[in-house]
């Protein structure tokens, strides 16, 4: 809660209230409950810094005089919105519980449905139909990243004076160097490319004989921290080092992307103890990895306060997609699953934890996207947003901790045009206003639209997950109306989406229709060009990374506007692919 008198935007008058003497009992405390520091690779990294620091003479308990916030975004890799604890899940997540207990809790927040949309939409404040990546994922055997036109949270965030650091998953492309996390605003970067991969070896396999391995510092393979640590643990390590190293005078931006819990199903043994009792093997490894995941939080958030960050801090955690009930994931009662545009697939578990928040230990329900973000953290870092840059993301710090009404009134979940097309999807089912059978979805204030294949729909309850008795999956499974290719929901009363009222609602449907194509006009060709066999990484030292040569690209200056050309002549082609990429995806995809 901020103090009485005090702006929100006042940060000065939160980072002089941290007692020097209360931190340094605490750096005691934290040493004896910090799980990570007692391994070796950590302690004598920490031992050093500090020292270091004594050499200096400076303090890294002393609370930072910065006006601006630290800020810490954590994205988790494939939760589901019913994975955490504080929506009724079996699986315990104390810290993530109090986090948002403590904090404020978005109820009625928006990511996309798969983890490259959601990842190039917090970097940008973009919807992906402005970015071209409203088709899929990127996949590592594409020449294809975050076009490099587009401006990053990062890159304003450093403009605004902040030290930027990412660690974890990427998956925004990197084919080449201009497309790596250091050449797009961050001052260092620990962690992977690709959207997947082994949680201790950190190898990964595209297709048969198309294998690599991926893991990163800044621009070169990690080979020196390969030692099979668990992904989760060693992220948390390097979070844990970068905030000992730092000056909390100066404002830090911290972006932890998670690949928990993602497929596949790994996690250190001690975590499976409270999880013996789940019968369905995918879910208890699920629980096992969401568990240390948890723990991971925690010991970020300690290390944020023994190292005088917290008490200007605001920490963000958000989900990219929703859960894969094949893999372990639930978003019960929510419709659908990951790669579906059903509420199961794009609405998250998201939170916002802050000293500096003005109102704390509330439910927000007013409606905010992943997009919202760019704008919000620029501001509230005192960074300047180019007049020029067209986003579609709102300041929503006022809704956050004021509990104002939110400026968003909508949301285009997405309009892919090259996704398959729905058999029975036509103009005329669209009013002569729309194409039915294209992919999209949309949401204005408390209506929602659906056109064309929205993917998997059905609601997979709970009692799914056990092997033995009654099986209520097969209760839920949705009859499909046969030529339906438009649906129409009100979320606000509805967020199960269980009654369609496309037939009752006309009007609202052709409004819905015509919002959709006001958007379409806006739209910028799709990026998914064909893969290129010089991406293997038998051809690059057996890692994943840039493959793109500057020489080539002088050659064939304008290879990604050709690809798009090619693919539009081979319609046909590109929709088929596009179908077999989005089943695969459901599985082991981004």
């Not at 099979?228 to 905030?243: E, P």
């Not at 409270?274 to 970020?300: F, K, T």
């Not at 709102?394 to 901790?401: H, L, P, Q, V």
């Not at 990484?537 to 080539?552: A, Q, R, S, T």
């Amino acid at each position: 809660m901020a103090p009485g008198g005090c702006a929100p935007h006042h940060w000065l008058c939160k980072g002089t209230m941290l007692a020097g003497g209360v931190l340094a009992g605490f750096s005691v405390l934290s040493l004896l409950t910090y799980g990570y520091l007692s391994w070796d690779t950590l302690g004598s990294s920490l031992e050093e810094t500090e020292t270091t620091r004594a050499k200096l003479g400076e303090e890294p308990e002393a609370s930072a005089p910065t006006s601006q916030p630290h800020i810490v975004f954590i994205l988790a890799d494939d939760q589901g919105f019913r994975d955490v604890g504080y929506h009724g899940s079996e699986i315990r997540t104390p810290t993530l519980d109090r986090l948002a207990a403590e904090g404020v809790k978005l109820e009625n927040y928006y990511v996309q449905p798969m983890c490259t949309p959601s990842r190039s939409q917090f970097i940008t404040g973009k919807y992906q139909i402005h970015t071209g990546l409203q088709h899929s994922v990127i996949r590592p055997t594409q020449p294809n990243c975050l076009p490099l036109d587009n401006v990053t949270l990062p890159q304003k965030l450093k403009e605004a004076g902040y030290s930027t650091h990412m660690v974890g998953k990427w998956h925004l492309g990197f084919y080449r160097k201009e497309c790596m996390p250091t050449q797009r605003g961050f001052d260092s970067f620990f962690g992977s490319l690709l959207g997947s991969g082994d949680y201790y070896t950190h190898y990964k396999c595209d297709s048969p004989g198309i294998c690599g391995y991926d893991l990163y510092e800044n621009d070169n393979a990690a080979w020196d921290h390969d030692n099979g640590i668990y992904s989760t643990q060693m992220y948390t390590q390097k979070v844990q080092q970068i905030l000992a190293s730092h000056n909390p005078r100066t404002p830090i931006f911290l972006y932890i992307a998670y690949q928990a819990v993602h497929s596949p199903l790994q996690a250190p043994g001690k975590y499976f103890e409270h999880y013996r009792s789940i019968n369905n093997i995918n879910r208890r490894r699920y629980a096992a990895m969401l568990a240390c995941l948890d723990e991971a939080i925690n010991n970020v958030t300690l290390a944020l306060k023994r190292y005088g960050y917290y008490d200007n801090s605001i920490l963000i955690y958000s989900s990219d997609n929703g859960g894969q009930p094949m893999a372990g994931g639930s978003n019960w009662p929510l419709r659908g699953s990951k790669g579906s545009y059903w509420e199961g697939g794009i609405r998250a578990v998201g939170f916002v934890h802050s000293p500096l928040l003005k109102n704390t230990g509330y439910v927000c329900k007013e409606l905010v996207h992943i997009t919202d973000w760019f704008p919000t953290l620029i501001t509230l870092a005192e960074g300047q947003i180019d007049e020029d840059i067209q986003l579609d993301g709102y300041d929503i710090w006022e809704t956050i901790s004021e509990g104002r009404r939110s400026p968003r009134v909508d949301i285009l979940h997405n309009i892919d045009p090259i996704y398959t097309k729905a058999k029975n999807g036509s103009w005329a089912a669209g009013f002569g206003i729309w194409n039915t059978a294209v992919q999209s979805a949309i949401r204005v204030n408390h209506w929602k639209l659906l056109t064309g294949n929205p993917g998997y729909s059905d609601w997979v309850p709970p009692q799914s997950f056990s092997n033995a008795g009654p099986n209520r999956w097969h209760n839920e499974r949705v009859s499909w109306m046969a030529g339906k290719t438009v649906w129409l929901f009100n979320i606000t009363a509805d967020p199960y989406e269980r009654v369609d009222l496309s037939g009752k609602y006309p009007d609202i449907v052709k409004q819905l229709l015509r919002r959709l194509s006001q958007f379409n006009k806006t739209a910028v060709p799709v990026r998914y060009p064909a893969k290129d066999p010089r991406s293997n990484p038998k051809l690059n030292g057996g890692v994943w990374g840039p493959w793109f040569k500057e020489d080539e690209k002088k050659k064939k200056p304008g290879k990604i506007k050709g690809e798009n050309k090619q693919k539009k002549n081979k319609k046909k082609t590109s929709q088929k692919k596009g179908q077999s990429l989005h089943c695969r995806l459901h599985l082991a995809g981004g």
